[in-house]
């Protein structure tokens, strides 16, 4: 299955070093959102679009606002969701869990913990 990212963040240099790290890994389909708004609309225009790595702290729609926007939109509510941010405390995890994000990374990271993370969504759908 070839798998086509949308990286969302509000950082260029953010959204540079998660598409340098999916480079790395092997994977270069990806498309870039600069928030939560400009991710949702890019994907009800991109059906081939089957993979989000989204921050959480956005201007115009948080990821966590995203999150939930595509779990209650029919067509997309089974879109994988990987929450890549700096927000790690227990209860920023649960409430992004409970949005039904499918993984969380917590910034910093490396390419490897990237992966892993890939690996075991992609593995569970």
Known sequence: M?????VVDDSVTMRRIVVNSLKTLGYDNYVEAQDGQD??????ADSSI??????WNMPNMTGLELTKAIRSNGPTETL???M??????KEDIVQAL???V???VVKPFTPQVLKEKI?????SI
Do not use: C, H, M
């Not at 070839?2 to 949308?6: P, S």
């Not at 991710?39 to 009800?44: E, L, N, P, R, T």
């Not at 890549?84 to 405390?89: K, Q, Y």
């Not at 690996?119 to 593995?123: F, G, H, K, L, P």
């Open 2 to 6: 070839e798998i086509k990212f949308l």
């Open 39 to 44: 991710a949702f609309d890019k994907i009800k």
């Open 50 to 55: 089957n993979f989000v790595i989204t921050d």
């Open 80 to 82: 994988p969701i990987l």
């Open 84 to 89: 890549v941010t700096t927000r790690g405390v």
């Open 98 to 100: 409970q949005a039904k």
């Open 102 to 104: 499918n993984n969380y």
């Open 119 to 123: 690996d075991a969504i992609i593995s």
